[in-house]
């Protein structure tokens, strides 16, 4: 049976927090936590989601085209060698059908915009960072039997906000169908957590949304500006210390209901939504529209 290609947009809204880790190193900063120190708040990018979403597809046995091993990225070159270079990259590839790609084959390059794409994320609350020494049990130098000292970056407690789009008009050049925005929900909920190394754990998805529109022109905005973190304590340090005011998201996607299909979610039971000053379920604010769990 042929497989569906989307033909609807969507809008994601994703939150998860941080717990003493470093959710993105910045290699200018001696892979400090990327920072925005003006506004004090803690900075993803786009590209490490989409490095968790090809990691998690890759541990499934998924074909992916951008790929590492042992830590070193693997040339464009050198997969489709792997594969062989008459293969259909779109069929065989789901990164690629997902966010796109450059791939040199013979002497023609072909060139696909990702139909999924993310704004780099921040945290909803101000983060403190915590720097540790750290003591290697190899030595640096034969010369040195000491082993080499370098510096661990942390931070204390990140509640990070992204935001992202699935285009239909892009989706048809990249044949993306919807089991491909099935695992892409799948892998929200999961990839991070199975991602864990010494740097990364900490890490939990608390709120996925995908709200899918009835057409393939609807785009309604970043619905991160709908959303605000309210700190129970003082310098949060956990996920009890916060809660997720949605009260202006359920109001703005309400107010915008004749233009959604369905909205397909997750919410981790820890996470304490609040809306209208009250402590609700995700089904009490968005129990009018269509709602799938992923």
Known sequence: MEKKIIDKNSEILFTYDAKLCNPNGDPDEENRPRMDWEKEINLVSDVRVKRYIRDYADDQGIPIYVRKIEGKSVKPEEVIKSVGEDIDELETFIDIRLFGATIPIKKETRTYIGPVQFNWGYSLNKVELLEASITSHFASDEKKQQGAIGKDYRVKYSFIA???????????????????????????????????????????????????YLDDKT?????????????????????????????????????????????????????????GGNVVDFKDAFGTFELEEV
């Open 162 to 212: 992204f935001s992202g789009i699935v285009s239909a008009r892009r989706a048809k050049e990249t044949r993306l169908t919807e089991d491909d925005l099935k695992f892409l929900d799948r892998a929200m909920k999961e990839a991070i957590p199975l991602q864990a190394t010494r740097s990364k754990i900490g890490q939990y998805p608390r709120l996925y949304m995908r709200v899918e």
């Open 219 to 275: 785009l309604l905005g970043d619905l991160r500006d709908y959303v605000k973190l309210i700190e129970v304590v003082e310098k949060p340090r956990k996920i009890e210390d916060v809660q997720l005011d949605i009260t202006d998201l359920a109001e703005f996607l309400h107010k915008n209901k004749n233009v959604i299909s369905k909205i397909y979610y997750f919410k981790h039971p820890e996470l304490c939504l609040v809306c």
